[in-house]
């Protein structure tokens, strides 16, 4: 278990900042792909609606442990 100090530490941290930057840029060509290619093949457009949900729960991750 990390504590909420050490957890802001890390959501603050350059790295952390940068690997935001990748997933959300992920995101918007997932996005893409999705406006250009939607109902061509819908397990690949649910696919992709997967993975856009998954990178979106990362970047909105919160603390979740008991405040310290």
Known sequence: MITK???ID???SQV?????IKLQE???FLK??????AGQDSIDDAAT???INAY???LLT???GEEA
């Open 49 to 51: 609606r997967g993975y």
């Open 5 to 7: 100090a050490e957890f």
């Open 26 to 28: 992920r995101v918007e």
């Open 16 to 20: 952390t900042k940068e690997v935001f």
């Open 32 to 37: 893409d792909k999705l406006v250009a290619h």
């Open 62 to 64: 919160e603390y979740e």
């Open 56 to 58: 979106n729960d990362l």
């Open 10 to 12: 890390w959501k603050n």
